[in-house]
Nanobody
Framework: QVQLVELGGGLVQAGGSLRLSCAASGRTFSIYGMGWFRQAPGKEREFVAAISKLGSSTYYADSVKGRFTISRDNAKNTVYLQMNSLKPEDTAVYYC???????????????????WGQGTQVTVSS
């Protein structure tokens, strides 16, 4: 099993920045790609960003492209989400997820991720 713990959420004004981190523990050797998803109140969970096992490939939702950056440090079993130029519509619970297989073009599908964190709240005020 793999356990994921997110940190770094909070309250920030529009235009500000936050960095989320997600630390993996357990059978970390089985992890391939990792991703971030978010869910706003009353909305379905949506894909935000994903990164391949070695970090050579990254994927972003159009809504965050150019503002968010995903990265990972495999030595620390940690994935990060740097969020800049935050907007009120970025307000959501952000979830970290890990896959056991290479996901390629399917990185946006939550079904490829068997492991999920508990989520961290990000609130952007206008």
């Amino acid at each position: 099993q793999v356990q994921l713990v997110e940190l770094g959420g909070g309250l920030v004004q529009a235009g500000g920045s936050l960095r989320l981190s997600c630390a993996a523990s357990g059978r970390t050797f089985s992890i391939y790609g990792m991703g971030w998803f978010r869910q706003a109140p009353g909305k379905e969970r949506e894909f935000v960003a994903a990164i391949s096992k070695l970090g050579s490939s990254t994927y972003y939702a159009d809504s965050v492209k150019g503002r968010f950056t995903i990265s990972r440090d495999n030595a620390k079993n940690t994935v990060y989400l740097q969020m800049n130029s935050l907007k009120p519509e970025d307000t959501a619970v952000y979830y970290c997820a890990a896959s056991r297989t290479p996901f390629g073009s399917s990185s946006f599908r939550d079904t490829v991720y068997p492991y999920w964190g508990q989520g961290t709240q990000v609130t952007v005020s206008s």
